[in-house]
């Protein structure tokens, strides 16, 4: 059974930084690109970039350059998203999602969501 | 960036009912079309991609349709556990984009 399982929420103050992960099991790592999306409070989806955990190779929404580096362990068959220099506007769910058989960005598995929360 | 428009925020139905809810993108995106199910405090759930393909262990009142810039999601006789958001998304062009949702309530 394929699961992405997902880092706990974060509370973290304005200007740190936060690292979150997504453990993959039930699939070959390596043999799917991983996503990551922002969803705000009670708005839509935003896409973030994505990772091809076979070679590290990564693309990133413009919007979110600077702001996110996305990296794999392939040893844990985990994914982690850092986000640097936290705002008020960085307060949302991240998810990670993997890419399927139709396209590297469709998502068929996703993890259950991490919040970050950040706040003085 | 592709633009995704879902022309509903929202609508009320009545169980039983057939629900259409449509997405536009601003372009072609030559049915690279996906469409999530989101229930409260959940991770979306990949419904269809490619326009028509319904994902496996998705229930066959849910359909999909359309091509060029105009997608349809269709869910014949709509069921309580069906009442969540519901999105579409382009992966035609990078990066992804997503409608804003269209969300179900029951009259």
């Known amino acids: 059974e394929v699961q992405l399982q997902q880092s706990g929420p974060e509370l973290v103050k304005p200007g740190a930084s936060v690292k979150i992960s997504c453990k993959a099991s039930g699939y070959s790592f390596t043999g799917y690109f991983m996503n990551w999306v922002k969803q705000s409070h009670g708005k839509s989806l935003e896409w973030i970039g994505r990772i091809n955990p076979y070679n590290g190779d990564t693309f990133y929404n413009q919007k979110f350059k600077g702001k996110a580096t996305l990296t794999v362990d392939k040893s844990s068959s985990t994914a982690h998203m850092e986000l640097l220099s936290l705002t008020s506007e960085d307060s949302a769910v991240y998810y990670c999602?993997?890419?399927?058989?139709?396209?590297?960005?469709?998502?068929?598995?996703w993890g259950q969501g991490t919040s970050v929360t950040v706040s003085s | 960036d592709i633009q995704m428009t879902q022309s509903s925020s929202s609508f009320s139905v009545s169980l039983g009912d057939r629900v259409t809810i449509t997405c536009k993108a601003s372009?072609?995106?030559?049915?690279?079309l996906a469409w999530y199910q989101q229930k409260p405090g959940n991770a979306p759930r990949l419904l269809i991609s490619g326009a028509t393909s319904l994902e496996t262990g998705v229930p066959s009142r849910f359909s999909g349709s359309g091509s060029g810039k105009d997608y349809t999601l269709s869910i014949t006789s709509l069921q309580t556990e069906d009442v969540a958001t519901y999105y579409c998304q382009q992966y035609w062009s990078t990066p992804p984009t997503f409608g804003g949702g269209t969300k179900l309530e029951i009259k």
């Open positions: 372009e072609d995106i030559y049915n690279r």
């Open positions: 999602g993997r890419g399927s058989y139709y396209g590297p960005y469709a998502m068929d598995y």
